[in-house]
């Protein structure tokens, strides 16, 4: 399907299967249009491109992707400063924004000047541990945001594991936010890609800044064809993925050493604590699962098309007998 797809030029705008995918991918949610771009990163940092001058200020959760994973970024190419919000697993309230939006500095008295233009929510969360916003917590950021004259983006990297968590409809959701940045990578299981999806005009000055970027890929319809098929083929088993993800979770809480936060566990990420985190995952790995040491004291596993229900009986088999070895 990948190999026969019809392919163009991306950069001319003329492939017909990069087409097909902007359009069918701005159709689930709700929204004028949407651009294929390489990777979430990318999609990120158009959107803060678009919604920013430099020298503005955004609002966000402090562990936020966007913050914390995308090498600097936003400074670098946005010029923004980030208004870091603590919050309880990555979503935080509307009073939260209204204390952050009137610049609290005393060089920016409110009603005079304020450079905050933009909040970013992301949903799932992924470094709080895939946990989920309901609708209406987002919904009420959004409002107060919009009153506040800010534009919203809304890093759905994972928004369709929120959508089988919820139950809450991907265009309910996009609803929230100008911009949304869906991933067709991460646990949907296409090779590359994701995609920056809103209003025409907003994403017609994005194509100019995935240009820009470095993100302009000619014959992409090849991969485009793997994120249609994933589209269409791959949502409906998320729901496994989520199943899996807590059974393994389960069993991690009850092995001696390790600490997990079963609350925070809500899709299709677990992370654990352990002492010496890297060298417990190397173990791991050895042994035939793959994990990721994120912190000194952390790991994620991360549970997706690739893992089947009776790999996750055989990685809980394994962490335990890793666990009992230590
Ligand atoms: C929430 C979130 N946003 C954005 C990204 C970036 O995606 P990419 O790795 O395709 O740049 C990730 C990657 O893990 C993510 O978890």
């Known amino acids: 399907m990948?190999?026969?797809?019809?392919?163009?030029?991306?950069?001319?705008?003329?492939?017909?299967?990069?087409?097909?995918?902007?359009?069918?991918?701005?159709?689930l949610l709700g929204k004028e249009d949407a651009v294929y771009v390489p990777s979430g990163t990318m999609a990120n940092q158009i959107a803060l491109r678009v919604h920013t001058r430099p020298g503005d200020r955004v609002v966000m959760d402090a562990e936020s992707h966007i913050r914390v994973h995308e090498s600097g970024a936003p400074a670098a190419l946005a010029g923004v400063t980030i208004v870091p919000l603590e919050t309880d697993r990555g979503?935080?309230?509307?009073?939260?924004?209204?204390?952050?939006?009137?610049?609290?500095?005393?060089?920016?008295?409110?009603?005079?000047?304020?450079?905050?233009?933009?909040?970013?929510m992301e949903n799932t969360h992924n470094e709080a541990g895939g946990t989920v916003w309901l609708l209406e917590s987002m919904r009420a950021v959004s409002d107060v945001a919009r009153d506040l004259g800010l534009a919203v983006h809304l890093d759905g990297a994972r928004l369709w594991n929120a959508t089988t968590a919820t139950g809450i409809a991907l265009d309910q959701y996009a609803s929230t936010a100008d911009t949304v940045n869906v991933c067709f990578s991460k646990g949907l299981g296409a090779p590359i890609g994701s995609a920056l999806v809103g209003p025409r005009d907003v994403i017609d000055r994005g194509r100019w800044y995935k240009k820009m970027y470095g993100g302009g890929f000619r014959q992409a319809g090849i991969i485009a064809a793997g994120a249609l098929y994933a589209l269409e083929h791959n949502r409906d088993r998320l729901v496994d993925d989520h199943a899996n993800a807590r059974r393994f979770a389960e069993a991690a809480a009850d092995l001696g050493g390790l600490t997990v936060d079963l609350e925070s566990v809500q899709t299709n990420i677990v992370f654990f604590d352990v002492a010496d985190a890297s060298r417990f995952a190397d173990r791991l790995r050895s042994a035939g699962v793959d994990t990721l040491s994120l912190a000194p004291t952390r790991i994620r596993a991360v549970f997706h098309l690739d893992v089947s229900d009776a790999d996750t009986t055989r990685a809980i088999d394994i962490l335990r007998g890793v666990a009992a070895s230590r």
């Not at 705008?13 to 995918?21: C, E, F, K, S, Y």
């Not at 979503?91 to 060089?107: C, H, K, L, R």
């Not at 008295?109 to 909040?119: E, I, K, Q």
């Open 2 to 27: 990948m190999a026969s797809a019809p392919v163009g030029d991306d950069v001319l705008g003329d492939d017909p299967t990069v087409i097909r995918l902007e359009e069918r991918v701005a159709e």
């Open 91 to 120: 979503i935080f309230t509307p009073d939260q924004v209204v204390e952050a939006a009137p610049g609290p500095s005393p060089e920016f008295p409110p009603g005079l000047f304020d450079p905050t233009t933009l909040v970013t």
